[in-house]
């Protein structure tokens, strides 16, 4: 047998080479992958076996030659962790795929990769899949304590506006039954938004502000991605309300009310009427906050809409009105919210005066500043904005219209003008 043997098949070959001087082995030499390769074996049999095998797989487009012993155990231990990875995720990944991925992150970081995914990890959350229904309940829940008053303290969130909250999300979650929150998307937030077609504009911006409020609860809680971007959806733009034309009281109006009311509701009007102080903040009032401060009605921060003191000034006919209660003592209005608005709708209809929403504040604003000619100060008394002063009461009423409002007095004061 002449060495050395060359093996073929097709077009690939190996040559098998003979032991020579002090190196007793066969030698198989042969390319793959570009690069000659040699592998040595004890007897010429095994050299031959090996060989075949080697051009056959090369003819066959196989490369498995070019790896060494250690490469291949490497090789086929890396397959089996990928196809767990398959089993596991159902997502597959080709070993080329992962290293390249593997090695283009470690070259964009300065510490192991394991260092870097664990401190990515502890800093973004997990995001928990809980039906839009159940985080609704709990969203609501959590609410309905602020409602509780605590010490007697003033709570933390309204009533009327916690139910009219709670009906807004009953909505919400009744559109989306069986539905994860973090399964949202804006074409959700559009579909919902559209069912809305009965609501007025300004009525759609305050629901779009509750969704919005539940939105961002929920990013708290880990059920919505930070990044949600629902917010982002058409029916989700806020609309320009049509603010409408401001209705209010007439002074005729007012004598009218007042001379009709009881004891009880008497006070609470000319509050709204003659100093502008919202029905809510006047029903929290005790007669020490009326008479305590002289010439003013101290309203608290825990009393205050707002949440912040001011002074409110009584003027000379409020100054008349009040002065009948000055030895009362304890709460002015000691019924509910809902007892005081059936009476008072008695009392306009039994008189025969038009329903005018909010119309005793909206009078106060529009003929204080129609009065002064100064919204800083209409402002400061009602508790407002002056931006909102000018533009909702500015030119409304004349100064002699104003002049007639603020002297409406009891029957039979002595100077009181005709009206």
């Known amino acids: ?38 592998q040595t074996f004890a007897t010429y049999s095994d050299a031959k076996t090996a060989a075949e095998r080697i051009v056959r797989d090369a003819a066959n487009g196989s490369q498995a030659a070019a790896l060494s012993a250690s490469q291949s155990r490497d090789a086929l231990a890396a397959l089996e962790r990928l ?24 070259g964009r970081l300065n510490v192991p990769l394991s260092a870097a995914v664990a401190g990515y990890l502890s800093t973004v959350a997990t995001v928990k899949r809980v039906d839009i229904a159940a985080a609704v ?20 969130l309204s009533k009327n506006y916690f139910l009219m909250t709670k009906l807004w999300l009953g909505w919400f979650e009744k559109t989306f039954p069986a539905t994860a929150v973090c399964d949202l998307t804006k074409e959700h937030l559009d579909k919902f938004m559209a069912g809305r ?3 007025a504009a300004k009525s759609k911006n305050h629901l779009r502000a509750t969704v919005k409020m539940f939105l961002n609860w929920c990013i708290k809680k880990d059920y919505i991605s930070q990044t949600h971007r629902l917010l982002d ?39 709204q009427g003659l100093a502008g102080i919202r029905l809510q903040e006047a029903q929290r009032l005790t007669w020490q906050d009326v008479f305590g401060t002289a010439g003013h009605v101290a309203i608290s921060a825990t009393k205050s809409k707002t949440r912040s003191r001011r002074l409110v000034e009584i003027c000379p006919a409020l100054a008349v009105w009040l002065e009948p209660y000055r030895r009362h003592e304890g709460q002015l209005w000691t019924q509910s919210r809902d007892t005081y608005h059936a009476a008072f709708v008695e009392l306009r209809e039994a008189g025969k005066i038009p329903a005018r929403k909010n119309g005793l504040r909206h009078a106060f604003c529009t003929f204080h500043f129609a009065l002064h000619g100064n919204e800083n100060l209409t402002a400061a008394q009602a508790g407002n904005s002056p931006s909102v002063i000018h533009s909702a009461y500015k030119g409304l009423a004349t100064k002699a219209d104003a002049e007639k409002w603020f002297n409406v007095l009891p029957p039979a004061t002595p100077g009181k003008r005709a009206q």
């Open 197 to 199: 077609k009965h609501l």
């Open 137 to 156: 309940k709990e969203f609501v829940d959590a609410r309905e304590v602020e409602t509780q008053s605590v010490n007697g303290k003033r709570p933390e």
């Open 1 to 38: 047998m002449r060495f050395p043997v060359t093996i073929r098949h097709r077009t690939s070959k190996a040559k098998i080479y003979a032991p020579a001087g002090k190196f007793a082995y066969y030698r198989v030499a042969f390319t793959t992958a570009g690069k000659r390769k040699m």
């Open 83 to 106: 196809d767990g990875y398959f089993k596991a995720k159902g997502r597959r990944i080709s070993l080329n795929a992962a290293v390249g991925d593997y090695l283009d992150a470690l």
């Open 233 to 271: 959806a058409d029916g989700m733009k806020r609309q320009t309300a049509d603010a409408g034309e401001t209705d209010f009281y007439r002074p005729a109006e007012l004598q009218a009310l007042l001379d009709a009311a009881d004891d009880t509701m008497r006070p609470i009007i000319a509050l």
